[in-house]
Antibody, heavy 120, light 106 residues
């Protein structure tokens, strides 16, 4: 069955970086983009961007350029998101989700989410 | 950017009732709309895509409709397992989410 298994919760200090992972299984990894979505109580769901799992090409929401860096390791069917220069506003749950390449960007499977807490 | 205005923010209804949640887009999104259900502590799950297509495995009591800038999600015969937050997402022009509707049982 399709699974997107994300890494565990992170506690980070302001100014540091975290790198979270999303390991896919149960389908052909390179047939789907992996997107990342931020969820907070105040701002709701925000789209961060996506990575083409085949080519490694990326597209970012303007708001998250410079904040998020998306990468992929095809050999392990794993996508990564690094968040840099962390501030308390980056505290949120971060989800990975997939959508079929060359199709409309709605998400049929999501990871379980990673809670990132930024605090000194 | 296309803004999605979702209403109501919260909703309380009785078991067996029919409920409707609405999303209004700031411009025509040509049926490029999905609906998700998010149960407490869980990740969102796709219910509807292309405004009115039911995702595989989703109960038929869920339905989507609308066109242009106005879209709605209807839940017939409300069940206890439908307690959740519901979000719309437009994907006609880039990608934005509605602010969510929290559904509770009365």
């Amino acid at each position: 069955q399709v699974q997107l298994q994300q890494s565990g919760a992170e506690l980070a200090k302001p100014g540091s970086s975290v790198k979270i992972s999303c390991k896919a299984s149960g389908y052909t990894f390179t047939s789907y983009y992996i997107s990342w979505i931020k969820q907070t109580t105040g701002q709701g769901l925000e789209y961060i961007g996506y990575i083409n799992t085949g080519s490694g090409g990326t597209n970012y929401n303007e708001k998250f350029k410079g904040k998020a860096t998306l990468t992929v390791d095809k050999s392990s069917s794993t996508a990564f998101m690094q968040l840099s220069s962390l501030t308390p506003d980056d505290s949120a749950v971060y989800y990975c989700a997939r959508w079929p390449i060359y199709y409309y960007p709605y998400f049929d499977y999501w990871g379980q989410g990673v809670m990132v807490t930024v605090s000194s | 950017d296309i803004q999605m205005t979702q209403s109501p923010a919260s909703l309380s209804a009785s078991l067996g009732e029919t409920v409707t949640i609405e999303c209004r887009a700031s411009e025509d999104i040509y049926n490029g709309l999905a609906w998700y259900q998010q149960k407490p502590g869980k990740s969102p799950q796709l219910l509807i895509y292309n405004a009115n297509s039911l995702h595989t495995g989703v109960p038929s009591r869920f339905s989507g409709s609308g066109s242009g800038t106005q879209y709605s999600l209807k839940i017939n015969s409300l069940q206890s397992e439908d307690v959740a937050s519901y979000f719309c997402q437009q994907y006609y022009n880039y990608l934005t989410f509605g602010s969510g509707t929290k559904l509770e049982i009365k």
